[in-house]
């Protein structure tokens, strides 16, 4: 018995990762009570993503610009390309300010229930970028979700990549118990990790 209006938007709300029904139909209520400015200005937010985003043709991550801010920096160490799932990654591993190599983006991780095979995943600009005749990159970086879909994934690039070139070396981010966590709530494949990943003190 919902306005058409109202159901149409949390319908569209509902399939936003993270929302529920109930979720999504407060957001619509929310909107609905709103002065129609501001409504409009979020529809106008929303339009802009389709039409003036697009993604850099190097590394595949989204942009308002011809190419992104990373790959245009001269500062950027060559050397090294982090691999990650989607761009979503590279602003977290940003934030950090570990890493001032390069980026890309593979578009998801390997599920083949979900449909995503290497066919659908930019695996291939990846392999362009590593053998590319002006190519100086000597370490590849893959920055995975330690679970069984980054794991496959991960497996799949070093099988793929090592077939190509054995001049890149291939790294993935350290595994184990986080900082402040306890080793008693730990589980058996964290353990193993941060057994595997130990650290020399003296």
Avoid at 101 to 120: A, Q
Avoid at 134 to 146: G, M, Q, V, W, Y
Wanted: aromatic share 4%.
């Amino acid at each position: 018995m919902l306005p058409k209006p109202i159901h149409d938007a949390a319908a569209a709300f509902d399939r936003l990762p993270g929302i529920g029904p109930r979720a999504a139909l407060r957001y619509a209520y929310w909107l609905a009570a709103q002065p129609k400015d501001i409504v409009k200005q979020f529809a106008r937010t929303l339009d802009a993503l389709t039409e003036g985003m697009t993604r850099c043709p190097v590394c595949s991550a989204w942009t308002d610009a011809a190419g992104c801010d990373i790959c245009n920096d001269p500062r950027r160490e060559e050397t090294s390309l982090c691999v990650v799932a989607t761009g979503q990654d590279i602003r977290i591993i940003e934030d950090s300010g570990a890493f001032k190599g390069k980026y890309h983006v593979l578009g998801g991780l390997l599920d083949p229930i979900e449909g995503r095979t290497p066919e659908t995943l930019n695996i291939d600009g990846l392999i362009r970028r590593l053998t590319t005749p002006d190519s100086r990159l000597t370490e590849l970086i893959l920055a995975l979700d330690p679970d069984v879909l980054g794991d496959t994934t991960a497996l799949y690039l070093t099988k793929k990549i090592q077939e190509i070139t054995t001049l890149v070396q291939i790294t993935r981010l350290a595994r184990g118990i986080q900082h402040g966590a306890q080793i008693e709530y730990a589980d058996g494949t964290t353990i193993a990790d941060a057994l595997a990943n130990r650290k020399r003190m003296l």
